[in-house]
């Protein structure tokens, strides 16, 4: 039997309807009651369904009192199922061997796991982790029984077993690097730190910031490959040079990854130094091969390539696009990139700044004089020492220091334009100049080479912005840097992100991805105050599902629909 709803004219009828079969087979219908006009049933037809219940031995659900639900609060889960399903297929699970040979009581691979997930959804400070582990269901951690010292707890094991879980990191990337020909790029960062307190072996020290400011902080040095997967990190005191740290960082990763036949390292300009060419030329790979470089020349050196390249300036004078040569220096290649544009606007923007200097400058003269003459004038009066200062500052904040010099020796305000400074400035305008042995990249090959060098800062901007590594709030040396693992960690998980991303055309950034993916969430209430919850999530939207397939990650589970309840 069914209902079936018939049409008189303008009117709808509900009938109760019966199919059966005639004596020859044939399957008809005939109707068993005719219950009334749709429009005009009410409640009258209540009495009949609970009847019928009550016949059939089913609960009443019309006259039965309505069920006691408590809502908690929903959780994010999209973000962090996502997290922990690439956790695991990298081989990050891998951490729990690791640990679980240590006497810990607490799950260290587990807290280690929820610091890094932090850094990609809601990078906060240890407390902060426990606000955001309010808000978010982690898969297979228990929240509840989380504190801030079990936080700091892990990071001392992380520091404790530190060569244990490099190797296992080590292990992890391998598979993901080009084993034939590896391009790796070096470079350093600045992070500033907080805090007054001086520890042993503290690594904070004061020194020159990335944005040009002396400040309390460590540098962080960073190795990528050419794919922009970050495969080696170290944390150095804030007041060490950059150049030294090249060929010690150079030698750990090759230690760690013998198995690569071949490698062009790529570093920018403050890591080059005649020691670091004698000393990078003399590196063998495990397979007997030289290391090979394109290093970027600093421009405290341009001087002394002045003359080398007066025959390519030649051909810069009348160039529209960029035009690449290579120069033969001291048995290595010297491949040479001029950009016109950006000659012509670096020229344009200097000469603009020296003519205000000096048309301020000439003002200042001329109120002097005017005061030796007697002449009485509106202000502050001036005085030559005054001048001289305000020049010197003026010129440095230009960055023309090294062409328009001041005489702060001389008793009078004096100043001249170095014209050979201004001419050496001028002939470099525009200009890359990069060192390299290989021996069988072109010229423009070597020049995307170092471009590529970009990728490397876009990973340090990852770093302070999305993850947010800086400013580092720790005191202990060694609790820095178990911060700066955790967010190197994050770091490679982010990357991996994105190249999976990119290469499903997803159009979408590992940001934008977390945040699409954080609104599936897990449900979770209690029905007449039930000892045991129903627990559900809610629907995958089209985005989300795409998202999961993009980067290859199995979907959440469905425990139960609360669309069912």
Same mark, same amino acid.
């Given at each position: 039997?069914?209902?079936?709803? =018939?049409?008189?004219?303008?009117?709808?009828?509900?009938?109760?309807?019966?199919?059966?079969?005639?004596?020859?087979?044939?399957?008809?219908? $005939?109707?068993?009651? =005719?219950?009334?006009?749709?429009?005009?049933?009410?409640?009258? *037809?209540?009495?009949?369904?609970?009847?019928?219940?009550?016949?059939?031995?089913?609960?009443?659900?019309?006259?039965?009192?309505?069920?006691?639900?408590?809502?908690?609060?929903? !959780?994010?889960?999209?973000?962090?199922?996502?997290?922990?399903? @690439?956790?695991?297929?990298?081989?990050?699970?891998?951490?729990?061997?690791?640990?679980?040979?240590? !006497?810990?009581?607490?799950?260290?691979?587990?807290?280690?796991?929820?610091?890094?997930?932090?850094?990609?959804? +809601?990078?906060?400070?240890?407390?902060?982790?426990?606000?955001?582990?309010?808000?978010?269901?982690?898969?297979?951690?228990?929240?509840?029984?989380?504190?801030?010292?079990?936080?700091?707890?892990?990071?001392?094991?992380?520091?404790?077993?530190? =060569?244990?879980?490099?190797?296992?990191?080590?292990?992890? @990337?391998?598979?993901?690097?080009?084993?034939?020909?590896?391009?790796?790029?070096?470079?350093?960062?600045?992070?500033?730190?907080?805090?007054?307190?001086?520890?042993?072996?503290?690594?904070?020290?004061?020194?020159?910031?990335?944005?040009?400011?002396?400040? $309390?902080?460590?540098? *962080?040095?960073?190795?990528?490959?050419?794919?922009?997967?970050?495969?080696? &990190?170290?944390?150095?005191?804030?007041?060490?040079?950059?150049?030294?740290?090249?060929?010690?960082?150079?030698?750990?990763?090759?230690?760690?990854?013998?198995?690569?036949?071949?490698?062009?390292?790529?570093?920018?300009?403050?890591?080059?130094?005649?020691?670091?060419?004698?000393?990078? #030329?003399?590196?063998?790979?495990?397979?007997?091969?030289?290391?090979?470089?394109?290093?970027?020349? /600093?421009?405290?050196?341009?001087?002394?390539?002045?003359?080398?390249?007066?025959?390519?300036?030649?051909?810069?004078?009348?160039?529209?696009?960029?035009?690449?040569?290579?120069?033969?220096?001291?048995?290595?290649?010297?491949?040479?990139?001029?950009?016109?544009?950006?000659?012509?606007?670096?020229?344009?923007? !200097?000469?603009?700044?020296?003519?205000?200097?000096?048309?301020?400058?000439?003002?200042?003269?001329?109120?002097?004089?005017?005061?030796?003459?007697?002449?009485?004038?509106?202000?502050?009066?001036?005085?030559?020492?005054?001048?001289?200062?305000?020049?010197?500052?003026?010129?440095?904040?230009?960055?023309?220091?090294?062409?328009?010099?001041?005489? @702060?020796?001389?008793?009078?305000?004096?100043?001249?334009?170095? &014209?050979?400074?201004?001419?050496?400035?001028?002939?470099?305008?525009?200009? %890359?100049?990069?060192?390299?042995?290989?021996?069988?990249?072109?010229?423009?090959?070597?020049?995307?080479?170092?471009?590529? %060098?970009?990728?490397?800062?876009?990973?340090?901007?990852?770093?302070?912005?999305?993850?947010?590594?800086? /400013?580092?709030?720790?005191?202990?040396?060694?609790?820095?840097?178990?911060?700066?693992?955790?967010?190197?960690?994050?770091?490679?998980?982010?990357?991996?992100?994105?190249?999976?991303? #990119? #290469?499903? +055309?997803?159009?979408?950034?590992?940001?934008?991805?977390?945040?699409?993916?954080?609104?599936?969430?897990?449900?979770?209430?209690?029905?007449?105050?039930?000892?045991?919850?129903?627990?559900?999530?809610?629907?995958?939207?089209?985005?989300?599902? $795409?998202?999961?397939?993009?980067?290859?990650?199995?979907? /959440?589970?469905?425990?139960?629909?609360?669309?069912?309840?």
């Amino acid at each position: 039997m069914f209902l079936k709803i =018939t049409r008189s004219g303008p009117r709808q009828y509900l009938q109760l309807v019966e199919a059966f079969r005639d004596d020859a087979g044939k399957a008809k219908h $005939r109707t068993l009651v =005719t219950l009334g006009r749709l429009d005009q049933l009410t409640d009258s *037809l209540d009495s009949v369904i609970s009847g019928l219940l009550k016949v059939t031995g089913r609960p009443d659900f019309l006259n039965a009192p309505l069920p006691a639900v408590e809502f908690e609060s929903a !959780r994010a889960l999209g973000n962090v199922w996502a997290l922990n399903e @690439l956790w695991e297929s990298l081989g990050f699970g891998e951490l729990r061997r690791v640990f679980g040979k240590t !006497r810990h009581s607490i799950d260290v691979e587990a807290l280690i796991r929820v610091m890094v997930f932090n850094r990609l959804c +809601d990078p906060e400070s240890k407390l902060g982790v426990l606000r955001w582990l309010d808000t978010v269901a982690m898969p297979g951690v228990e929240v509840e029984s989380i504190t801030h010292q079990h936080l700091l707890r892990s990071m001392d094991a992380l520091v404790d077993h530190q =060569t244990e879980v490099d190797a296992v990191v080590a292990n992890l @990337l391998r598979p993901l690097i080009d084993q034939e020909l590896s391009v790796v790029f070096y470079d350093m960062t600045t992070i500033r730190t907080e805090g007054t307190s001086d520890q042993e072996g503290d690594v904070r020290r004061f020194g020159m910031a990335k944005e040009g400011l002396i400040a $309390r902080q460590v540098m *962080l040095g960073v190795v990528q490959t050419g794919d922009g997967l970050p495969i080696y &990190h170290e944390v150095f005191a804030g007041n060490t040079a950059e150049s030294p740290t090249l060929l010690p960082t150079l030698k750990t990763v090759l230690e760690r990854f013998p198995s690569i036949r071949r490698v062009v390292l790529v570093a920018d300009r403050g890591l080059l130094s005649l020691d670091n060419l004698e000393e990078l #030329s003399e590196i063998r790979l495990e397979s007997g091969e030289p290391l090979e470089f394109v290093l970027a020349v /600093p421009g405290r050196r341009y001087r002394e390539f002045a003359e080398l390249l007066n025959t390519f300036q030649a051909q810069c004078v009348d160039a529209e696009q960029e035009i690449v040569a290579e120069l033969p220096w001291r048995g290595l290649r010297l491949v040479v990139a001029h950009d016109p544009e950006v000659a012509k606007d670096a020229q344009a923007l !200097r000469r603009e700044r020296i003519e205000t200097l000096e048309a301020q400058a000439s003002a200042w003269v001329g109120k002097l004089d005017a005061q030796d003459a007697g002449v009485k004038a509106c202000g502050k009066k001036l005085s030559d020492s005054g001048a001289k200062a305000r020049l010197y500052h003026a010129v440095k904040e230009a960055h023309l220091a090294n062409i328009i010099r001041v005489d @702060l020796k001389n008793e009078l305000f004096a100043y001249e334009i170095d &014209h050979d400074a201004l001419a050496l400035a001028e002939l470099m305008d525009g200009k %890359l100049l990069l060192v390299t042995n290989t021996p069988d990249l072109s010229p423009q090959g070597v020049v995307d080479r170092y471009k590529s %060098l970009a990728d490397i800062e876009r990973g340090f901007r990852v770093l302070k912005s999305e993850i947010e590594i800086g /400013p580092v709030f720790h005191r202990l040396p060694e609790r820095i840097k178990a911060h700066a693992t955790i967010c190197f960690t994050a770091l490679i998980l982010y990357r991996v992100m994105r190249q999976r991303l #990119s #290469s499903a +055309d997803a159009q979408l950034s590992p940001e934008r991805a977390l945040q699409e993916l954080q609104k599936l969430q897990h449900h979770q209430i209690r029905i007449n105050q039930a000892e045991r919850p129903v627990t559900g999530i809610s629907r995958l939207s089209e985005t989300q599902d $795409r998202v999961f397939a993009a980067l290859r990650l199995k979907k /959440p589970t469905q425990p139960q629909q609360l669309s069912l309840l």
